[in-house]
């Protein structure tokens, strides 16, 4: 009686768990973000092969999960013995045919689960890269991320700008995975698989998002105090969004006379050791390129909103926003910080 209760227990988890994946799959990708992104809604071919081949597995297995169950609940129902009977059941060895059938099923599921997955692995990793690509090289930091496109010339920090691609003009784009202090890992969910960049190592991806909009993922490896605060933000822009922001970053920075006195700060403090703004004597690569600043929505990889109050909190003291960032509180005055939010915020 006890393995009855059991097996009415697995079942009803199985009932459970398929019923959680059914309405999970049923989620309408048109929904508004709601910042969980969802795996079950790919925007992307890799992500589109890499679901169709999960649901694969899960059928596979659901129909083994089931058949299982059924036979177990059979057993136990059918077999079940009385208190009062203690004779021994009936002992059966060796049935060449049960030996076959348990053997040689589980080899066949196993090798067609494996020839589909080393189809869809082949199809994700070999994919030639079309000359219509953009490229991109993104390097993780502890605990921002650096986005390099060095055809177009342009170096920005945590929010990737990439073009919708269109099945009939296929404009995919490729990245290349850098890191420059330790581990971390690439995964927008909706847009391709997860991978790993490794220090002294080059690792590749790519994505063709179908639709344009904002996608998120986060840093998907360990890699510091302030790791799960490094959120990755992709957003798809329509081929002439795209082309009007790669038009814009391409600028140098914005020379504002009625803003020296902040860049004068900026330029005399160990701002300009870490960070770049282009056109100015600032060329410092260790922290993210400010050239376009007030570009991007969030600072500090998605920690807080770009708003002039946040902004002069980062400065003041980096850990109120984030503990533990690589970056330094530099004692400024009240009035420094003022006019070097007034500079800052004229990086357009
Ligand atoms: C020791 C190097 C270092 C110094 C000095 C430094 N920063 Fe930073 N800064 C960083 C790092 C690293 C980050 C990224 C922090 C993170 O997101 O975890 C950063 C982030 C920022 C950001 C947010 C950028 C973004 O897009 O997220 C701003 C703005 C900024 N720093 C301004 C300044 C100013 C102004 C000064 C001088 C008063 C300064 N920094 C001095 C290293 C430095
Ligand atoms: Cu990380």
Known sequence: ?????????????????????????????????????????PESTPAKSILDLSLLVLAVT?????????LLV??????????????????VYGSTQIELAWTIIPILIVVVLFLATARVIHAVQDAPMPATAVEVTAIGHQFWWEFRYPRLGIVTANELHVPRSDPARPTPTFLKLLSADTDHSFWIPQLAGKTDLIPNRVNQMWMDPHRTGVFLGQCAQYCGTQHAKMLLSVSVDS??????????????????????????????????????????????????????????????????????????????????????????????????????????????
């Not at 697995?10 to 795996?39: H, K, Q, R, W």
């Not at 659901?62 to 059924?70: D, E, G, K, L, P």
């Not at 059979?74 to 002992?91: H, T």
């Not at 926003?321 to 970056?327: E, Q, Y």
């Open 62 to 70: 659901a129909v083994i999960f089931v058949v299982v169950c059924t």
């Open 239 to 348: 081929p002439e969004d795209f082309d009007a922001w790669v038009r814009a970053q391409q600028q140098p920075a914005i020379q504002d006379e009625t803003v020296t006195a902040g860049r004068r700060i900026f330029e005399s403090t160990a701002c300009i050791n870490c960070h770049a703004i282009n056109g100015t004597a600032a060329d410092g690569r260790f922290g993210p390129d400010l050239t376009h600043l007030m570009s991007r929505r969030t600072i500090a990889s998605g920690a807080a909103e770009n708003t002039t109050e946040r902004l002069r909190l980062w400065i003041e003291n980096p850990d109120a926003i984030k503990p533990g960032s690589l970056m330094p509180a530099m004692q400024l005055s009240d009035a420094d910080l003022d006019a070097l939010v007034r500079y800052l915020e004229t990086l357009r």
């Open 74 to 91: 059979y057993a136990v129902v059918k077999f079940r013995g009385s208190a009062d009977d203690d004779r021994e059941p009936a002992q």
């Open 1 to 41: 009686m006890r393995l009855g209760k059991t097996s009415t227990t697995l079942g009803a988890l199985g009932v459970f768990l398929f019923l959680s994946m059914a309405t999970a799959v049923a989620a309408d990708p048109a929904a508004p973000s709601t910042g969980l992104e969802n795996i079950f809604a």
